[in-house]
């Protein structure tokens, strides 16, 4: 528990005999102490803060306490590899033999479906990698490293847990008006979810102070993770046209993990936007679109429309 003086800034900085070379600034966490027993959230020091605006009284020092967020990793590269799996493992099924790998040797009929739905997939994780490096302004600069596996292992798996099914050499196309229905309504979900990622973009300013902002606009001003909305709608699309039950599953599972962010997301919203002291008041909401209307606000009671 270190203790600093007022004018330095909250960071162990490295140097030749440095306290430590490996604790690069983004792995330090540094928060004020808490009272013994005590179960509030601790307060972070923020690197851009001098130490002297932590202090209340006239004191010379300060005591924080130091934690190692362990190996970290910019977040692009973290959303870099995990779209990347899905974006190669995907075509693999559909352009190489590897069914005979599987047990099936004859000759695999290729139907109209699993090409469109092949360049839907690779669009989709396109699209994602682009708006990692050209749209999102993440507040945070790194992750930790644990996380890659973690998020590598999610989507990869998935990736081809789909990929095998819609590209097998027994699978039963949709008809072609539901393949039509499924493919429109999820591209147009997509183009939406684009457009929700730049107003979201156009929250913060480009030097990056990483704060948060009312989302305006579009689907915001209904909805508070509109982004999350789309893209859970652009994945029904896609579910809608090639219509099985691995892709119905990560349906599911991707729609759950959302709904988590989104209620978390709501609730920070109206946490930063109370309406006292001369600030906003967060708008009448809902979490995130129905049909989902199992969804809750449980800070109010059982009512998926948030107030
Ligand atoms: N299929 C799946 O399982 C799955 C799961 C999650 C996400 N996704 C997709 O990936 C996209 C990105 O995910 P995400 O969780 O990173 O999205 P997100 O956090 O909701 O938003 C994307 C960017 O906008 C910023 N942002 C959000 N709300 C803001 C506000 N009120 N004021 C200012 N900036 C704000 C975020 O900043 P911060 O850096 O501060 O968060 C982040 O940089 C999603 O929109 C979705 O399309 C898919």
């Known amino acids: ?18 306290p430590a070379k490996k604790y690069y600034p983004s792995r330090q966490r540094l928060t004020l102490p808490l009272q013994p027993g ?46 990347l799996g899905p974006l190669i493992l995907y075509p693999v099924f559909y352009y190489f033999p590897v069914y005979q790998y599987f047990g099936y040797k004859g000759e695999r009929a290729i139907h109209p479906v699993q090409t469109y739905a092949m360049y839907y997939w690779c669009f989709h994780y396109f699209k994602r990698i682009m708006e990692t490096f050209f749209v999102h302004r993440f507040s945070h600069a790194t992750s930790p490293l644990s996380n890659v596996f973690r998020n590598c292992a999610y989507y990869w798996t998935f990736g081809c847990y789909i990929a095998y099914y819609v590209n097998h050499p027994l699978y039963t196309p949709v008809n072609d008006l539901q393949m039509k229905i499924g493919f429109g309504f999820g591209l147009i979900m997509q183009v939406a979810n684009l457009y929700c990622h730049i107003i979201l973009r156009n929250l913060r300013s480009p030097s990056g102070n990483g704060g948060y902002q009312i989302p305006r606009g579009f689907l915001f001003n209904i909805v508070t993770c509109a982004n999350y909305t789309t893209e859970i709608y652009q994945w029904l699309g896609f579910n809608i046209a090639t219509q ?25 919203l109206r946490r930063l936007f109370d309406g006292k002291e001369g600030r906003p008041k967060y708008p009448r909401r809902w979490v995130i679109l129905p049909p989902f209307l199992f969804l809750t606000d449980n800070t109010h009671g059982s009512e998926a429309f948030a107030r």
Do not use: C
Not at 42 to 64: A, C, F, H, I, W
């Open 1 to 18: 528990m270190p203790a600093y003086r007022h004018g330095a800034r909250p960071m162990v900085r490295r140097g030749r005999r440095g």
């Open 38 to 83: 005590s179960k509030e959230k601790p307060v972070v020091l923020q690197s851009k803060k001098v130490l002297k605006e932590y202090t209340s009284g006239n004191s010379d020092t300060l005591t924080v306490v130091f934690k190692d967020l362990g190996s970290q990793v910019s977040y692009r590269t973290l959303f870099f590899f995990e779209y």
């Open 244 to 268: 099985t039950v691995a892709g119905y599953i990560f349906l599911v599972v991707a729609a759950s993990i959302m709904t988590n962010w989104a209620l978390a997301k709501h609730r920070r």
